[in-house]
């Protein structure tokens, strides 16, 4: 295998014009409706010609650049967003079975994000080589792959900052104890 080595300045600059360009990429595929992403898992990604070792480094790389799309630290991440959605339901339905709950939302929630990742995959291991696989997901894996990785979101926030864009807006949720009835209108006396 031959590598090309550039100059000092122009490794960065590929390694920062790669990772917008697939943060971009990302960014899309994440921001497909979950709906929208079930319908398309739905029909089968595998075509004739997908070779299963590069769908498998194709799975590598992608979650080492974007972990939160991997499988695994989807379910490592479910015990922090599932009393909130167990809140939530319970609110809606005062007699939940939270047990039942739980176990369904955790097997549709990894279902779906199997799928998509499933579907990732496939679709990025049609755009690159084997070979280029594994250099992705080596430089990914790699300490200078991994501080781009988490350097990335902070960059684009600055990037946006820069540009008077301000930082992107934050979900505020309330929770029913930090909610307020609306004050009733003092009754009118003469």
């Given amino acids: 295998m031959r590598f090309t080595r550039f100059p000092a300045g122009r490794t960065k600059r590929f390694a920062t014009a790669f990772a917008t360009a697939l943060s971009a990429l990302f960014a899309f595929v994440s921001a497909v409706p979950a ?46 967003i599932m009393p909130r959605m167990i809140a939530a339901a319970q609110q809606r339905d005062p007699k939940l079975d939270v047990k039942k709950f739980e176990a369904e939302q955790r097997v549709a929630i990894l279902d779906r994000v199997t799928k998509s990742f499933d579907l990732q995959a496939h679709v990025v291991s049609r755009h690159f080589s084997l070979a280029e696989l594994k250099q992705l997901a080596g430089f990914f894996g ?12 902070k960059i684009q926030k600055d990037v946006m900052l820069l540009r008077g864009m301000g930082p992107p807006p934050q979900r505020v949720t309330i929770s029913p104890s930090q909610a307020q009835t609306p004050a009733k209108p003092a009754p009118h006396t003469k």
């Fill in 35 to 80: 709906q929208t992403m079930v319908h398309l898992a739905q029909k089968p990604p595998v075509a004739a010609s997908d070779d299963p070792a590069k769908v498998a480094t194709a799975k590598q790389f992608i979650a080492l650049y974007h972990p939160n799309s991997d499988p695994k630290t989807v379910a490592g991440q479910m015990d922090k």
């Fill in 142 to 153: 790699s300490p200078l792959g991994r501080k781009l990785t988490d350097e990335s979101p």
